[in-house]
Nanobody
Framework: QVQLVESGGGLVQPGGSLRLSCTAS????????MSWYRQAPGKERELVAT????????AYADSMKGRFTISRDNAKNTVYLQMNSLKPEDTAVYYC?????????WGQGAQVTVSS
């Protein structure tokens, strides 16, 4: 059974940091690219960052460049999203996604709220 379980969300003040984790099971994690998406209330889901199966070259949405860092540990079947200098507009549900070809797996999401 495929599972992607996000953790690490919560409430943080503007300017603060959070690290999200997404732990996978039920498929060969190291052969899938991994991405983080987010969806704010009333808005469409948007891509945050992507890391290829073996790690290395990453890609980010423009608004997250320099503040967010995606990484993965294939030995732990886990992908991370380090978020720094958080802003109220970063408030959203954050989802991880595993993808390879036409195959897509999604996690259930983790709420991140940035507020004073």
């Amino acid at each position: 059974q495929v599972q992607l379980v996000e953790s690490g969300g919560g409430l943080v003040q503007p300017g603060g940091s959070l690290r999200l984790s997404c732990t996978a099971s039920g498929f060969t994690f190291s052969t899938y690219a991994m991405s983080w998406y987010r969806q704010a209330p009333g808005k469409e889901r948007e891509l945050v960052a992507t890391v290829p199966p073996a790690g290395g070259s990453t890609a980010y949405a423009d608004s997250m460049k320099g503040r967010f860092t995606i990484s993965r540990d294939n030995a732990k079947n886990t992908v991370y999203l380090q978020m720094n200098s958080l802003k109220p507009e970063d408030t959203a549900v954050y989802y991880c996604k595993a993808h390879r070809g036409v195959v897509r797996y999604w996690g259930q999401g983790a709420q991140v709220t940035v507020s004073s």
